[in-house]
Nanobody, 126 residues
Framework: QVQLVESGGGLVQAGGSLRVSCAASGLTFSSSALAWFRQAPGKEREFVSRISWSGANTYSADSVRGRFTISRDNAKNTVYLQMNSLKPEDTAVYYC???????????????????WGQGTQVTVSS
């Protein structure tokens, strides 16, 4: 059974930084690409960033590029999202996601992902 467990969310002031983590189990982690999505109240879930199984390839949405960095530690089965220069519009529940297909780089479409965590709340105050 695949489990993705996010942690590290919280309240931060605008301009501040936060790092969220996602610990995976039941997944062949080192051959699985992972991604972060977010969902603000009343809005659709949107793609944030994704990383390949090796960590060599990453891609981020325009809205966060240059401020957020996705990384992974295959020895710890954990993926991270370092968020800098946070803005109030970054306030959302952040979700970790993975595809069941090995050595496959999913798109930014949420329907391309099979497994989801429960989410962690990130709130940025102005």
């Amino acid at each position: 059974q695949v489990q993705l467990v996010e942690s590290g969310g919280g309240l931060v002031q605008a301009g501040g930084s936060l790092r969220v983590s996602c610990a995976a189990s039941g997944l062949t982690f080192s051959s699985s690409a992972l991604a972060w999505f977010r969902q603000a109240p009343g809005k659709e879930r949107e793609f944030v960033s994704r990383i390949s199984w090796s960590g060599a390839n990453t891609y981020s949405a325009d809205s966060v590029r240059g401020r957020f960095t996705i990384s992974r530690d295959n020895a710890k089965n954990t993926v991270y999202l370092q968020m800098n220069s946070l803005k109030p519009e970054d306030t959302a529940v952040y979700y970790c996601a993975a595809s069941r297909r090995r050595y496959y780089m999913p798109t930014a479409d949420r329907y391309d992902y099979d497994y989801w965590g429960q989410g962690t709340q990130v709130t940025v105050s102005s």
